[in-house]
């Protein structure tokens, strides 16, 4: 099994930035794909970035330019860099993880929810304006 804990959400102006992480426990070892997923109120989950074993990256439209994955393996924990953040950023943040390599899909169009097993409990983002 694999455990994934996020944490550094809050409360932001627009315009300002947040550094989300992911703590990853258990069997850190079969972690291929690992992603980041955001769902506002009223809304369907939705992917914002994933970065594949070999440390390739994908990104949704809507936060290219804006947002940065990352991750240190030697600390098991992935980041995610958010800048320049507007009131639609709004929302809970999940970390999702896989034992599969990042799909084709995921790569090309963005993160989907199905191509992620294990998932966190999620941070809350809070974006005003």
């Known amino acids: 099994q694999v455990q994934l804990v996020e944490s550094g959400g809050g409360s932001v102006q627009a315009g300002g930035s947040l550094r989300l992480s992911c703590a990853v426990s258990g069997y850190t070892y079969s972690v291929s794909c690992m992603g980041w997923f955001r769902q506002a109120p009223g809304k369907e989950r939705g992917g914002v970035a994933a970065?594949?074993?070999?440390?390739?990256?994908t990104y949704a439209e809507s936060v290219k330019g804006r947002f940065t994955i990352s991750k240190d393996n030697a600390k098991n924990t992935l980041y995610l860099q958010m800048n320049s953040l507007n009131s639609e950023d709004t929302g809970m943040y999940y970390c999702a993880a896989d034992r599969r390599r990042c799909s084709i899909v995921s790569m090309t169009w963005g993160p989907r929810t199905a191509d992620f097993r294990y998932w966190g409990q999620g941070t809350q983002v809070t974006v005003s304006s």
């Open positions: 970065i594949d074993s070999d440390g390739s990256t």
